[in-house]
């Protein structure tokens, strides 16, 4: 059902009929600037009708005209006693004495009926549009306060925080992972070469499961299959008796034996590389995964999972994450909304009861643990030799498989430090 906005618009016809009376209530004529003169009355009724006779002050011409004189003043100002040769009375009145009417007797009161009706009329609309403001207010903060039901701000606000964390988690882990990824990946490239440059170029086999002819190629200094990946195409289809076709072949061969190698070699750790900076990395890069322990892995895949239920519950819960964010939002929205909060809310008690957030920020400490000097390092090695499958068991995860102890690896004798052969 769509939204009418009936109490803002009672709100605002009464702001409409407040402003209607301020409107009429300054369009209320003013008394004009008067000037108090003689008049002579040249006749007058009993009841004060008479006519007067005056001279206009401003440009010393005269005029009569009807008046209403004052009925109740003296006997003796009144006709023909004020003057008995002339028969004339006297009397005091207005004239403008500004504007178009300058000059123009004015008689006091005249105005007044106007004046009263157009104040009652600024009077009523005022009333009617205070009535009407004050509904709207009553019956609009009544809607709106029914309408933010649902809205808890407490609640977004503390689920964005472990979404937060969860996604620090999950960060601070996969550097992790990369730092050991990246110390790996040059030694495991030697380590690949070393068995291309151990493997003779007769060992490799076309297409078909057939032996190449190799004598001519062993002539001309390719006796590897590292040769063959870097003398190429080009270079291997200039060998007498080798066409394109065949040094194509070959490159192909080499690449398949190269994936296979890459797949199958074990990067060894020793002490005895302690003086290798590159082998010295990786294992300060996985003494991090090591003593962060499995609990790490853990809490990063707990993360992930956590911030896949958490996105669609924040997004459909935005609008209650402030005050007024429900009243931007229609009915519907509104049933969505407090569902997502609701969901939250039970999101948020699983993790309290997981304790989720303080494991998160453990994790995060622990895995931003790094070297600092040449002393951790040292602390690394130390370490490795105490427990060495530990570091294998990491770093073969860490790299999908592609690593393991040595073969005649055995245990740390109880002496200390490691005995068995690479």
């Known amino acids: 059902m769509r939204h009418v906005p009936f109490f803002r618009w009672v709100l605002t016809l009464g702001v409409l009929f407040i402003a209607c009376s301020a409107a009429v209530y300054v369009a209320v004529p003013e008394m004009p600037e008067l000037r108090q003169i003689d008049l002579t009355v040249l006749d007058e009724k009993p009841d004060g009708t008479c006519t007067v006779r005056w001279t206009d002050p401003f440009d010393r011409s005269e005029h009569e005209a009807a008046h209403q004189c004052d009925a109740r003043r003296a006997d003796s100002l009144k006709a023909p006693y004020y003057d008995p040769e002339t028969g004339y009375g006297w009397e005091t009145g207005f004239v403008v004495a500004e504007g178009s009417a300058k000059g123009r007797l004015y008689t006091l009161g005249q105005d007044d009926k106007d004046i009263d009706d157009r104040i009652d009329l600024s009077d009523t609309l005022l009333i009617i549009g205070l009535l009407l403001t004050t509904a709207g207010l009553i019956g609009g903060n009544i809607r709106a306060a029914a309408r933010l039901i649902g809205a808890r701000p407490d609640v977004v606000h503390r ?23 990246a110390a790996w990946a040059p030694l495991q490239r030697e380590r690949v070469h070393e068995e291309m440059s151990r493997t003779p170029v007769k060992l490799l086999r076309n297409e078909d499961k057939q032996r190449f002819r190799t004598k001519a190629w062993e002539k001309g200094g390719i006796h590897t299959a590292r040769d063959v990946l870097d003398a190429g195409v080009w270079k291997l289809g200039q060998l007498p008796d080798v066409g394109r076709r065949t040094a194509e072949q070959a490159v192909a061969a080499a690449e398949r034996l190269a994936d296979a190698a890459h797949q199958n070699v074990l990067v060894r750790l020793t002490p005895d590389d302690r003086s290798d900076p590159r082998t010295t990395s990786l294992i300060t890069a996985l003494r991090v995964l090591v003593e962060a322990g499995p609990q790490a892995q853990e809490a990063a895949d707990t993360a992930r999972e956590l911030a896949v239920r958490l996105e669609p519950l924040l997004t459909g819960a935005s609008a209650a994450s402030t005050r007024t964010g429900m009243l931007r939002v229609g009915p519907e929205g509104r049933r969505r909304t407090r569902a997502a909060v609701a969901e939250l809310r039970g999101l948020l008690a699983e993790a309290k009861f997981d304790a989720l957030g303080p494991r998160f920020g453990q994790t995060s400490v622990d895995l931003l643990r790094g070297p600092d000097n040449e002393l951790d390092a040292l602390s690394a090695w130390t370490d490795f030799e105490s427990r060495p499958a530990d570091y294998y068991r990491v770093l073969a995860e860490v790299t999908a498989g592609s690593a393991g102890p040595p073969a005649g690896w055995r245990a740390p004798s109880p002496g200390g430090g490691l005995s068995g052969e690479v």
């Open 159 to 181: 689920a964005w925080r472990l979404a937060h964390d969860a996604a620090a988690v999950e960060e601070d882990h996969t550097r992790a992972i990369e730092a050991v990824r």
